[in-house]
């Protein structure tokens, strides 16, 4: 599929959009100006790609939102070089967002299916994250610490070995919250058992649930 003068035009609206919403980092929207979100999308939902709205993706997951991946990701506060562990690869959009602002992205999928699909699709747009099958509650322990950490999911709460696997100085960003209903919650981690959270508005995310699910 293409990324044709289109594609790009209506990107340069999205980013407008999302920009009025009140995304203010600029190497953000320039990241959402350049990644072709409708070649992340199931084909019956590619007319609406640039629409700041969530779609199905499979599994009962969704793409999310774009503000809502630019206000996650603006939150974090990524440098160059950063090591951010994602939760939830889902669609590998936001693992994209993320490789444009120059970070190395470990990502962790429990759903079979769609691990495969995105380790296909990232690659071949340029995009060479660290993949991981896995449960997302347990992270990747064996490359913690992390500089950042993005849930994309709901959390009823954060798991503590997440909290162990970030870095002191390190910034987590979650959704935090029962089904319909999350605050986004930023967690600075000041010392080994200190943290400052911090609340950001309210967002509905899908369940972060543990295990891994094959699908079958």
Known sequence: MED????????????????????????????????PRHLFMDTGFINFAY??????????QTISQPYTVAFQTQLLEIKRHDKVLEIGTGSGYQAAILLELGARVYTIERHRNLFLKVQT????????????????FKGVPSFAP????????????????????????????????????????LIVKKGEDEYERSNHGGFVFVPMISGTFNGK
């Open 4 to 35: 044709t003068f289109r594609h790009k035009g209506l990107r340069k609206k999205l980013v407008e959009t999302v920009s009025k919403k009140g995304i203010t980092n600029k190497k953000i929207l320039e990241a959402i100006n350049k990644v």
């Open 51 to 60: 629409k700041d709205q969530a779609f199905p993706i499979g599994e009962g």
């Open 121 to 136: 699709l990232l690659p071949s747009l340029g995009y060479k994250p660290n993949f991981y099958y896995g449960d997302g």
């Open 146 to 185: 992390f500089d950042k950490i993005l849930i994309t999911a709901a959390a009823a709460h954060v798991p503590k070995e997440l909290l162990e696997q970030l870095k002191i100085g390190g910034r987590m960003v979650v959704p935090v919250g029962g089904e319909g209903y999350q605050e986004m919650t």
